[in-house]
T-cell receptor, first 112, second 111 residues
Framework: QKEVEQDPGPLSVPEGAIVSLNCTYSNSAFQYFMWYRQYSRKGPELLMYTYSSGNKEDGRFTAQVDKSSKYISLFIRDSQPSDSATYLCAMKPNQAGTALIFGKGTTLSVSS | DGGITQSPKYLFRKEGQNVTLSCEQNLNHDAMYWYRQDPGQGLRLIYYSQIVNDFQKGDIAEGYSVSREKKESFPLTVTSAQKNPTAFYLC??????????FGQGTRLTVV
């Protein structure tokens, strides 16, 4: 079992839809959970991060972490064509000297 | 403006040739990282460095080498021992536990 699992999609939705992106993980030591957005042929940009469990909201984006289920989610409300990108989840333990472990990314397409 | 600069954007390598990818940051971040991205594979860690003159191997270090002589710079050399180097290479930096910044990547192709 890989440490981080993410469905690669592709996921296609109409403009205005609510999008749910998810990752599961196996390492219970993970404490930092991030979501990155990557446009084609560009470097990833950090969207949101969460420490330990709970929810975090930023505009149209909500990140959720359920450590009991080892499951994290990113919700996008009122999706826009400009949200079309690959979304990568990443996580790491609360331990100095460690690097992020990434999921494979989910490709999202929002049509107008 | 602060950020991470990777160069070149596109790089072509002949069989048996070593090539070096540049990564420079002016964010005063302590840690720097190199990832490789292949279609459908996500980001895989090659090397990372927490401080100057120190670095650690990631999951796929074979065929690669790095140096960290300055805080701002973390070049990656793809050696001839790397048999399948065609990929998108990404450099990142962080201060603390969050890897907040990535460069725009270098696309390496073997010709």
């Amino acid at each position: 079992q890989k440490e981080v699992e993410q469905d690669p999609g592709p996921l296609s939705v109409p403009e205005g839809a609510i999008v749910s992106l998810n990752c599961t993980y196996s390492n219970s030591a993970f404490q930092y959970f991030m979501w990155y957005r990557q446009y084609s042929r560009k470097g990833p940009e950090l969207l949101m991060y969460t420490y330990s469990s709970g929810n975090k909201e930023d505009g149209r984006f909500t990140a959720q972490v359920d450590k009991s289920s080892k499951y994290i989610s990113l919700f996008i409300r009122d999706s826009q064509p400009s949200d079309s990108a690959t979304y990568l989840c990443a996580m790491k333990p609360n331990q100095a000297g460690t690097a992020l472990i990434f999921g494979k990314g989910t490709t999202l397409s929002v049509s107008s | 403006d602060g950020g991470i600069t990777q160069s070149p954007k596109y790089l072509f390598r002949k069989e048996g040739q070593n090539v070096t990818l540049s990564c420079e940051q002016n964010l005063n971040h302590d840690a720097m990282y190199w990832y490789r991205q292949d279609p459908g594979q996500g980001l895989r860690l090659i090397y990372y460095s927490q401080i100057v003159n120190d670095f650690q191997k990631g999951d796929i270090a074979e065929g690669y080498s790095v140096s960290r002589e300055k805080k701002e710079s973390f070049p990656l050399t793809v050696t001839s021992a790397q048999k399948n180097p065609t990929a998108f290479y990404l450099c990142a930096s962080s201060k603390g536990q969050i890897e907040a910044f990535f460069g725009q990547g270098t696309r390496l192709t073997v010709v």
